[in-house]
């Protein structure tokens, strides 16, 4: 009898458990650890809010971490827009642009990306536009960070002026053969407003020809030389809107020119003109005088057997 009241109090005891074990709180459920993003700091890379010159594009290096789950995809926002996938390219164009980029692989697991993003062509000095970058898991979390790009003005100092001129035959009319490159005006050759002249005719040939030497040189203690083009990479006179890079390409971009020669056909006399050179389209020369450095372009040749009237038609910054 003893023994069946133990077994009776053992069961009971075991029910007793059972029943606090069923009626007790729920399991705590932790949230799920999400994915995560952040900007590496790397040498050639942006990772903090920055400028960046107008018209120039930049590079970030995002670096995606898993937590509980799988990464699924990367998505990349400018200002409240996706951006455009002809305007990045990720690991130097090694990853297909899509956006949102979908992850697979062993990327999955974490990855770093390289991207390259190129300016769209509408900014404006003192634009501020937030690149937003955000990872999603396979679980449905996300993780973003973002940066904020300034919009900055080219460095240098700007242009004082940028006009346009003619030239006309040292030969032709009185008061022509020099040009004032401060106004874009003719002068006569060797009027004090004048910085370049033309030297005249070739007096060997017949008059009633085309016998216009096409030649230029300085005047009035102006120094001038014919700038190598293809000294200076992506040149192109039509980008040249600071006052710096005209004077590298006097210093560093010269051809060096010599004395030409100046010859009054009528009777002979001879004029030693500086820094003369032959001239044709699309050449380019740099004058210093008056303390400024002044770019030149050619733009047309218009040739005259008539009255003397040639003429070039040039750019002129400075």
């Not at 920055?50 to 200002?79: C, H, P, Y």
């Not at 960070?145 to 002026?161: F, M, Q, Y």
């Not at 030969?171 to 005006?185: K, M, Q």
């Amino acid at each position: 009898m003893q023994k069946f009241a133990l077994k009776l109090a053992g069961l009971g005891l075991i029910m007793t458990a059972l029943f606090f074990t069923a009626c007790g709180d729920d399991p705590v459920v932790v949230d799920p650890l999400g994915p995560d993003i952040t900007l590496v700091p790397d040498p050639g890379f942006l990772s903090t809010d920055s400028e960046v010159i107008i018209n120039q594009g930049f590079s970030v290096k995002v670096r995606l971490t898993t937590g509980d789950a799988q990464l699924q995809s990367l998505a990349i926002d400018e200002g409240s827009n996706k951006l455009e996938t002809t305007r990045f390219t990720i690991n130097s164009g090694a990853v297909i642009a899509n956006n949102p980029l979908l992850i697979t692989g062993a990327d999955a697991d974490g990855v770093t990306y390289s991207i390259d993003i190129t300016p769209s062509g509408a900014e404006q000095v003192g634009d501020l536009t937030t690149f937003t970058f955000t990872v999603t898991s396979t679980d449905g979390e996300t993780a973003s960070t973002d940066i904020v790009i300034t919009t900055a003005a080219e460095p240098g100092t700007d242009l004082t002026s940028s006009i346009d001129g003619v030239l006309f035959n040292q030969a032709g009319p009185a008061g022509t053969g020099g040009l004032d490159l401060d106004t874009g005006n003719g002068t006569g050759s060797a009027d004090a407003d004048a910085e370049i002249r033309d030297l005249g005719l070739d007096c060997t040939m017949n008059p009633g020809t085309l016998n216009w030497l096409k030649q230029i040189g300085t005047v009035n203690g102006a120094e001038m030389v014919k700038v190598d083009q293809s000294a200076i990479e992506n040149f192109s006179f039509a980008n040249i809107d600071k006052k710096e890079p005209i004077q590298d390409a006097y210093n560093n971009a010269a051809i060096a020119l010599t004395d030409g020669t100046s010859t009054n056909c009528a009777n002979g006399a001879e004029t030693t003109v500086p820094n003369s050179s032959a001239v044709a389209v699309d050449d380019v020369f740099v004058v210093f005088a008056n303390g400024n450095y002044y770019m030149i372009q050619i733009d047309a040749i218009n040739e005259n057997d008539t009255d003397n009237g040639d003429n070039y038609e040039v750019s002129i910054k400075f």
